[in-house]
């Protein structure tokens, strides 16, 4: 109030009289836009900060009614509000829990923030204004608001794309399931339609020989020729209908086993080296046939609570595959049954050391109708049921190794005591 520019008008009310330079001076250094009113809403003191922040000079403020610097929709109730401070004055936030907003000399909305202290002078109450323009914190806040719900719809899409993805998961393993089955039941028409083809044939030979004896038989013309023939088609016949048949049969069971039933084969406590050596036991008469030897390591004392069905089936197939794939050449081979403990598990090895398979073979052994044999009398069902007995009866897993020249490595790991289906 010392510089003639910043004296205020005539008719602004001076409060603090003499001390008023120091407390202008005191009010210019604050860090925020200072307004000081008189109970009648007039501006007696303003600092460089309020002139910045609503765009007048002092000399435009200085004695006119604070409302000029409230927008429109509460200028009207401004005066009232202002009563209602003054006959209760005490420091508090303006406003708190609305947006409180000034209006700067070019008309724009300024948000604000709004702090009063009541102020006794010689001259009555007064209140001082405090005033923090919110301008970039609102910004701030909108900006981190729209991040918000940009981040909540983006996770929003995430999951539901997640859904989807789960969704289109399932599908697919509904499918996959449906077309191994379906590629199971088309593997097992394929397979039985040659022995039941085979069959009709045999069958309609016989019923055509058994209708040309019985013509011959009523005309009276049955020769002792005619009959020895028949006995000979009807053997023949009857031989190549059950041969079939016993091979039907097989496919069928053996697509039994593939779709594995999962109520079939007991579980039991079992020695594991007693029980391997009672499959072996069973195997002799093919075994006999062959140079080729088994040798058991497996500990005495290893008892498995497990399904020794599903391991008979197991290694049935796996010394079938070795007698039938690993040594064409003829040379006497060697089979490895190893046995053993780690934590919960029990590790078996299977192995020979013969023909081994190529990459591309080991790919795809499991799979149902796999074979290198087709045509000589390999379904390619073998290792498959292996597969699934492991996985599905053991509850457990089977590893393959193999390099062409190098033999053949079968690790099945499964629980000493599988957790009930
Ligand atoms: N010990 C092995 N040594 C070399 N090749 C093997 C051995 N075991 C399996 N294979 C290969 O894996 C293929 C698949 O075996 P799998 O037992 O499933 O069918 P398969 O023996 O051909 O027919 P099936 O067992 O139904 O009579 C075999 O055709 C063979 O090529
Ligand atoms: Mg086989």
Redesign the pocket.
Known sequence: MTSPSHSPAPSAPRPFGQSGQLFQRVVEAAPNAIIMVNRAGDIALVNAQAEKLFGYSREELLGRKIEMLVPPPVRDRHPQLRDRFFANPQTRAMGTGRDLYGVTKDGRDVPVEIGLNPIETPDGTFVLASIIDITERKRAENTMRELNLSLERQVRETMSAMEKLRGAQDELIQKEKLASLGSLVAGVAHEINTPVGVGVTAASTLQEGAKRLRRLYTDDRLKRSDLEHFVSLAEESSRILLKNLQRAAELIQ?FKQVAVDQTSGERRTFALKAYIAEVLLSLQPRLKKTPHTVSVDCPTDLVVDSYPGALAQILT??I???L???WPGGRTGQMWIRARVEDTLVILDFS?D????PPD?QQR??EPF????RGT????????IVHNLVTQILGGSIRIR?EPGQG?ALTIRFPLRPASP
């Open positions: 053996g197939n796996l079938a595959n070795s039938e794939h690993a020979d013969g023909a081994g398979v073979v052994m499991f796999f074979t290198t044999r009398g390999g379904s390619g069902l073998g290792l498959s193999s053949l």
